[in-house]
């Protein structure tokens, strides 16, 4: 496909998702208390789209992996989070 | 157009479900065995959810004219009991016999613990003992680079294991390339949040080529759409591919890797 059908394709939903970061930030922050490791990884993984980078969808999702080595002791809860604590 | 769901837990799913699938076009559903959204408290649990899998549930999708397939272990988030996962292994050889299960799967990681490991290494000892397909999971959002890397070394490092007998299920950007490296096939589960969009899936098989690939929706108790694979091929069209590019895809793929099995017979 063309870029220009890219764009006819799937502009609209690829805005409508923008913004709904935008508003998520905004209720983050208009929120009382802390960061926590989901939302810096998540500021973190913004930057990955920022400039002319490639693969901006794997190194999102590299940055909110796990990227230690070694198998844990003991899987104490079932659930992800989305995110690993740095 | 005709399809393969290689991937669904349909004793989750409602009749409806199976009429909608065959109404767009679904040949044969494949059921690995999995999480049933809690820990179930025996062996005996396994013994009743292998005789579902086998003799039940093929009799519910015959009714919408739905060949069904499944597959056998104990999954990831009950093997931290590694005596229970021992028991449940000792279980599946009884079952390996019956005329519709193509191999041992889902098994894998979840938190990537030394028993998770621990478990999937015994499992992947009983494919090979039995020369059984094997069909893995791998681990959810942050886990999964790490788990994929974990279970790629274990299948790698056992010679009896043969790659292209083995399909790494829910690869997304950044663990799909490894897994085809390795020789292996990989499966893209299509979810509305946590895996990968029609459109994502579609990226990658732009990207990475449609060999050794395939798409499932595993749609099960969760928050899942049991037609994600035939809307991805509507998408797929509107990406402009053509109908034997998305047939190979969606049905000439998964076929190819799951007769494999002696026991995969499609329909006339």
């Not at chain 1, 209720?27 to 208390?33: L, W, Y």
């Not at chain 1, 500021?43 to 490639?54: E, F, I, M, P, S």
């Not at chain 1, 003991?74 to 989305?82: E, N």
């Not at chain 2, 899936?201 to 690939?213: P, V």
């Amino acid at each position: 496909m063309t870029r220009q059908q890219i764009l006819d394709l799937y502009f609209l939903d690829a805005r409508h998702q923008l913004i709904e970061i935008a508003a998520f930030l905004d209720r983050v922050e208009r929120a009382e208390g802390k960061d926590d490791f989901r939302i810096k990884s998540f500021r973190a993984a913004l930057a990955k789209l920022d400039g002319k980078k490639k693969n901006r969808a794997k190194n999102v999702l590299l940055t909110l992996s796990d990227l230690t080595t070694a198998p844990i002791a003991k899987a104490t809860a079932k659930g992800a989070t989305g995110a690993y604590p740095k | 157009m005709k399809y393969i769901e290689p991937h669904a837990h349909m004793v989750s799913r409602t009749t409806d479900d199976y009429e909608r699938m065959a109404l767009a076009g679904c040949e044969a559903v494949c059921e690995p065995a999995f999480w049933a959204g809690f820990d179930r408290s025996s062996v005996n649990g396994f013994n009743d959810y292998f005789s579902q899998l086998t003799e039940h549930e093929p009799k519910r999708a015959a009714k919408f004219g739905l060949k069904h397939f499944c597959w056998l272990c104990i999954n990831s988030k009950e093997a931290e009991d590694v005596k229970l996962a021992e028991e449940v292994i000792a279980l599946i050889p009884k079952f390996l016999g019956r005329e519709n299960v193509l191999g041992i799967g889902e098994i894998g990681l979840n938190k990537n613990s030394r028993n998770e490991l621990r478990v999937l290494e015994m499992q992947v000892e009983l494919a090979a003992k039995f020369n059984q397909l094997i069909l893995v999971h791998t681990p959810h959002l942050e886990d999964k680079l790490k788990g994929t890397r974990l279970i790629l070394d274990v299948l790698k490092n056992d010679k009896r294991i043969q790659p292209g007998r083995v399909i790494i299920d829910h690869v997304e950007e950044h663990t799909v390339e490894m897994v085809l490296d390795c020789g292996m096939w990989a499966g893209m589960t299509l979810y509305p949040q946590t895996k990968c969009t029609p459109a994502r899936a579609i990226d990658i098989l732009e990207t990475y080529g449609r060999e050794n690939i395939w798409m499932n929706s595993a749609c099960d108790w969760g928050v899942s759409d049991p037609l994600a694979v035939p809307k991805t091929a509507l998408e797929m069209r509107k990406r402009g591919h053509g109908g034997s590019a998305i047939e190979k895809i969606i049905f000439q793929n998964p076929k190819k890797f799951l007769k494999q099995s002696k026991n995969f017979k499609l329909g006339s």
